[in-house]
């Protein structure tokens, strides 16, 4: 984990957004669950007969549309790591990951074919919440696949977590990928794999990432720290220098 000063090592905590227009599609969907509820006592009075399968549905509806509106999630980012809670309807869920599990941060796109093959994948943000989604990659201890988060948050929440993980957050989804690959390949070669290849060079796995059919490198939808706040950064080679800094301090971390 890189080094931070006093004032970062403070727990920084963020909350979620609701977005009030989106109570306007809510409320839409909550009139025609009651129409739909309605139509089906209607029938069920007239046909003599209980819906049984219809008022399941209209149970499960309900159920999702309160869960909507009623998610929330808390962000804080401790000393060490990065700990995460998801309220919903008679849900609750938490996660805490260490920064030195964490591989990086990128902006989550649909993709056919992933880079990367996912373990587990949560969904730690609020349904009502209109910004951007992240994705966070990091270690589960496997050297097959790895896990997911994807996140909503501010932009004070992101500027405090790029502090404290220099190189890794919000950079593009070429470098995230090669972190986690050249982290996966240092355990495999502790293990004694690959000792008769050479070892590929991190600027040089993303150059290969980079390459078209990849769905990486440089696409128009994708969005980088850089484009909220507005900050250049040093490059070298069409890298982040501060991303091929993190991946040399992964890499020497024992």
């Known amino acids: 984990m890189a080094k931070t000063d006093a004032a970062s090592t403070k727990d920084f905590v963020d909350h979620s957004y609701f977005y009030k227009p989106y109570s306007i599609a809510a409320a839409i969907g909550f009139i025609l669950w009651a129409a739909y509820v309605c139509w089906t006592g209607y029938w069920g009075i007239m046909k003599g007969r209980l819906p049984v399968i219809d008022i399941g549905m209209q149970l499960a509806i309900l159920w999702w549309l309160l869960d909507t509106v009623?998610?929330?999630?808390?962000?804080?980012?401790?000393?060490?790591?990065?700990?995460?809670?998801?309220?919903?309807?008679?849900?609750?869920?938490?996660?805490?990951?260490?920064?030195?599990?964490?591989?990086?941060?990128?902006?989550?796109?649909?993709?056919?074919?992933?880079?990367?093959?996912?373990?587990?994948?949560?969904?730690?943000?609020?349904?009502?919440?209109?910004?951007?989604?992240?994705?966070?990659?990091?270690?589960?201890?496997?050297?097959?696949?790895?896990?997911?988060?994807?996140?909503?948050?501010?932009e004070d929440f992101w500027k405090e977590f790029e502090k404290r993980m220099p190189g890794q957050i919000r950079i593009p989804q070429e470098e995230v990928v090669a972190l986690t690959y050249k982290?996966?390949?240092?355990?495999?070669?502790?293990?004694?794999?690959?000792?008769?290849?050479?070892?590929?060079?991190?600027?040089?796995?993303?150059?290969?990432?980079?390459?078209?059919?990849?769905?990486?490198?440089?696409?128009?939808?994708?969005?980088?720290?850089?484009?909220?706040?507005?900050?250049?950064?040093?490059?070298?080679?069409?890298?982040?220098?501060?991303?091929?800094?993190a991946a040399k301090r992964r890499m020497e971390k024992k």
């Open 70 to 154: 009623r998610t929330k999630t808390v962000y804080r980012l401790e000393k060490d790591r990065l700990y995460m809670l998801k309220t919903g309807l008679w849900t609750k869920q938490e996660l805490s990951i260490a920064y030195d599990d964490i591989f990086g941060v990128h902006h989550f796109k649909n993709q056919l074919m992933k880079p990367v093959t996912y373990r587990y994948t949560y969904h730690q943000y609020a349904k009502m919440d209109n910004r951007p989604i992240w994705s966070l990659l990091y270690d589960i201890g496997s050297t097959q696949k790895v896990g997911r988060v994807l996140m909503k948050a501010s």
């Open 183 to 245: 982290s996966i390949e240092k355990k495999l070669r502790e293990q004694g794999y690959f000792k008769d290849h050479p070892e590929m060079d991190f600027e040089e796995g993303i150059k290969q990432l980079r390459q078209k059919g990849t769905e990486m490198g440089g696409r128009d939808d994708e969005l980088t720290g850089e484009d909220f706040h507005g900050e250049k950064v040093e490059m070298k080679n069409g890298t982040r220098t501060d991303t091929i800094e």
